[in-house]
């Protein structure tokens, strides 16, 4: 069973949501919010959940014995359900077999599983994810903005001096971010505690 990302997801947050002067298309914010949300988003990420709007696609090597397939909600786009037949030809399974209920595919008890090609990908439930812009969690978002920010400073060249100085002119000092990045992954986790779906 693997889950795959066909279409990855928008961001939640852009470079004018982080505190700091940058522009709206400024490379290294643009990239340190795309990691940041790469952490808890999607199939890769720790949520075991979907974030923000994106496609993915679930590899089965056959139909599950509990009629049950997991996916990554909240279901947000057209889901289809495909297989390779044992001449691996794709066919499409109607959606009057199954039904979505919360972050599961249920195959009706009707519906009589077809003969599938040996391969891991032998059935394919593609399927839309994530939430619209508007309709992010506001702790998922900040959550994404405070690790971002952390990552810039950290990648800050002056974030790891502890003091500079110029004889005759005077002493600057800078403190490590060790405490402060222990600060920021508590209320990161603070904020996430309630979103982060159990996987069984």
Known sequence: MTTRVIVV?????????????HSSNDAVVIRAIA????II????????????????ELWLAGFPCSRRAAIYGPLN??????????????????????RVVG???LFRTGFAFPEVATAPDA???????????????PQAKQAVIMMALHAITVGSEKAFYRSEEVEGVGKTEYTLLDQAGSNIN???????????????
């Open 77 to 98: 786009g057209d889901l289809s359900v495909k297989y390779l037949d044992a001449d691996e030809t794709e066919q499409t399974i109607s959606s009057d077999n199954y």
């Open 186 to 200: 508590k209320i990161v986790d603070d904020l996430l505690r309630g979103l982060r779906v159990v996987r069984i």
């Open 41 to 56: 988003d999607g199939p890769n990420g720790n949520l075991g959940r979907a974030i923000g709007k994106q496609t993915l």
């Open 103 to 105: 972050n599961e595919v």
């Open 123 to 137: 059935v394919r439930i593609r399927y839309g994810a994530g939430y619209n812009t508007a309709d992010v969690p």
């Open 9 to 21: 997801p928008e961001a939640i947050a852009t470079p004018a949501d982080v505190p700091g002067v």
């Open 35 to 38: 990691a940041a949300q790469g």
